[in-house]
């Protein structure tokens, strides 16, 4: 890429650095980290997350930003974005019409229905 700043690690060179945790047993005991890594690992894997020099992640923690924060912000636009669907939508459709929900969401009954055992 002709750009000295990249592919190594020393002071004043850039660096992104990713620290998986292979010490789990949805990896499994690794023979070979790279077959591993690739076709084994997944996200949740991720332990710490080092970009530019700088900790973003550390023991799976985001040290950057507030998770929940984050959650509930993305929780609130979600909400909103679905409530008007419609405005966005050729046809004027909701967003069940457009995306019908797999399984009708959980409603609390007022008693939950009696289990009986035929023994």
Known sequence: MGRSGLGRLCVGAKADIVLIDFDNLAIGPVYDPIRSLVHL????????????????????????????EVLHSA???AQDSWATAP???WAGQTIDEQFPRSLKPWQESVSPPQLQLNV
Do not use: F, P, Y
């Open 87 to 89: 405005e966005r939508h």
């Open 75 to 77: 929780k609130t636009w």
């Open 41 to 68: 690992a997944n996200g949740s894997m991720v332990d710490t997350v080092i970009i530019d020099g700088q900790i973003v992640l550390e023991h799976k923690q985001l040290l950057v930003c507030n998770e929940a």
